[in-house]
DNA sequence: GATTCGACGTTATACGTAAAACCTAGGGGC
DNA sequence: GCCCCTAGGTTTTACGTATAACGTCGAATC
């Protein structure tokens, strides 16, 4: 294709199809109603294919101002969850005519490197996380169109907001594991600072605070199954009443809780039962299966790359919260 | 900052500092020692710092004619492991400038959309992974510098590869087995058709053909846990002698194989072995902790990266296959 | 005192595209 | 016979940057 040389240009394919470099531009960008004849039309389109023709997107860039591209700012790509909004976000994006590049908040690349120097590419907007907190602040200079993923609404300075009802996905968890009688409870929390985690904290003490006869403990775990064994095995094993039942910040936290529990001895769901949040492929790999809340990952991508378009066309983004459900599995049983 | 209205160009910087725009781009290019006083640079860097200056990144690209970015193509991002790679190739590219832009193969995006055409972003480079095949045919017709990674070097066609020594550690897994007094097997290969996984196949064969006495049933599955459950379990229940060994192409696949044997009533290690590739977070989570070939993703994607950068500069890249290594856990036990 | 030379800049140009402004011929309306 | 309109193009310009080519002025060389 590309005669080793270099690769042909739109006045290239001008000469070859004898019209004008503004007449290749007018056809190929489909413009050319009224002002191309239809036979024209064609011999540009054929000379192009012929040529192997690719319009230089810097240059088009350049002109344009714009580039149909949006970067998705996400912490780190360790589970399936942030491929699943990419998955989501990508796919709305390419109906619409845009790109998205992946930017991993980098967790030793360097500290806090810029991620528009990263993606190299001028953008036309930013979906963020709020888990990925190093990179908001430089994301905040740019001035850039921004949704904001799991963040806080009042908080997020004027920002478009996607969130998932995170607070009912807790409470249905709370509910559930009351009904079964526990009364003593430990909470894993997420050791990251993000309104997602917040939330989650939130919700379940304002729930349990209701119920009369009640104990929450908490521990802090950095998003790691190594990590959340320690945590866990430390909090179960610290003194006064043992919890009967674990509300983890998220599925990784509880399979570290699985862990800690062999270590202990303790048997799940007899002498414990857990609950974790995200439903990823680990949940039901699990023995027993993890009764966990389930997210839409790619319907939240989906959503957000939605808010971003409605942003750049100035139009109000949709709003409400993403639905989620607790799924029951075999991680949780009546108190003993 | 920008003031709501457009973002300041070089141009801007050179009136705010009496200068033409000629210096701006010397100066802040680097380029200026003998062409421009200390004076001047100074009061220049500190208008483009006062004007919050931001070079454009599509300007600069059409007139360098690159753009120091190079495309990562991987099958997906449902594991950890492609993050590895990502997270070594983006430390080694910006220590030399580049950045490095993921596009994950679609998967319900569409068909075979073109990652040039996705990723919106001239490019100067590409690595792949051999895994994304739907996505190769259109990096080929690209004609861009390209390396590969876990991919055949005789039917590369040129491209520089890198590659994990896969067939090793296969080697190193049928040894422990062996030694363990093992003599009936179960591959449970990886359903996708990669170089990669086409290695552990033979190499198995190969090392197993060699010991009389042994068999060897070949199961098929997609990687995911939830397609090894039925697959493994399929395979394990045959009619005929139960295999007491089981070598996974991968750690997802490992784990579908303890649902598996769980479901059918079997113990691991006791009644079965159980090795897998990967060493991801999962295989120490799980009960018991998997014996497995632990890959280093990072050095794959650093070497692979460097690969890039020497074929970008016209050099030789690297020669020689990553060494990797079988991490003993307690997912095999002597055969009963 | 003419020449050279280095320090310090400036002017001009090109990258490839999109689109505004312009041109030309022929036909229809009056 | 003059004007205007439309179809079917072409010429020109601008996007913002990097850099080659070109000045200028004072000091040093011979």
Redesign the pocket.
């Known amino acids: 294709m590309a005669r080793g040389s270099?690769?042909p240009?739109?006045?290239?394919?001008?000469q070859a199809a004898?019209?004008?470099?503004?007449?290749?531009?007018?056809v190929?960008?489909d413009?050319w109603r009224?002002?191309?004849?239809?036979?024209?039309?064609e011999r540009v389109r054929e000379a192009a294919r012929d040529l192997g023709?690719?319009?230089?997107l810097?240059?088009?860039n350049?002109?344009?101002?714009r580039t149909r591209t949006v970067l998705l700012v996400v912490p780190a790509l360790t589970t399936e969850f942030f491929a699943g909004v990419y998955t989501g976000a990508a796919r709305i994006a390419a109906e619409h005519g845009f790109g998205v590049v992946l930017y991993p908040s980098p967790e030793g690349i360097g500290p806090a490197r810029d991620p528009f120097a990263s993606a190299q590419s001028a953008l036309d907007g930013v979906i963020a996380s709020s888990m990925a907190a190093d990179a908001l602040t430089a994301i905040r200079g740019e001035a850039l169109p921004l949704v904001m993923l799991d963040s806080d609404p009042d908080g997020s300075l004027g920002a478009a907001t996607v969130n998932l009802d995170i607070a009912d996905g807790i409470r249905q968890a709370a509910e559930h594991l009351l009904s079964l009688g526990h009364r003593r409870f430990l909470h894993l929390a997420a050791d990251v600072p993000s309104w997602t985690f917040e939330v989650r904290a939130r919700e379940l003490a304002a729930r349990l605070d209701e119920v009369p006869g009640t104990t929450v403990r908490t521990a802090r775990s950095p998003i790691s199954i190594e990590g959340a064994v320690t945590a866990a095995q430390a909090a179960l094993a610290a003194p006064g009443d043992r919890p009967t039942a674990v509300i983890c910040d998220d599925d990784q936290l509880a399979a570290g809780t699985y862990k800690a529990a062999r270590r202990l001895g303790l048997r799940i769901p007899d002498d414990l039962s857990v609950t974790g949040v995200d439903d990823l492929a680990l949940a039901t790999a699990m023995d027993p299966e993890l009764t966990t809340v389930h997210l839409n990952a790619e319907l939240f991508g989906e959503r957000g790359m939605r808010a971003l378009l409605a942003v750049l066309e100035g139009r109000a983004p949709e709003s409400g919260d993403i639905p989620v459900r607790l799924v029951l599995r075999g991680s949780t049983a009546r108190a003993g």
Do not use: C, E, F, I
């Open positions: 270099t690769r240009t739109s006045r290239d394919v001008a004898g019209v004008s470099q503004a007449a290749v531009s007018l190929l960008g413009k009224g002002r191309v004849s239809q036979a024209t039309a023709y690719r319009p230089n810097a240059a088009r350049l002109r344009l101002g």
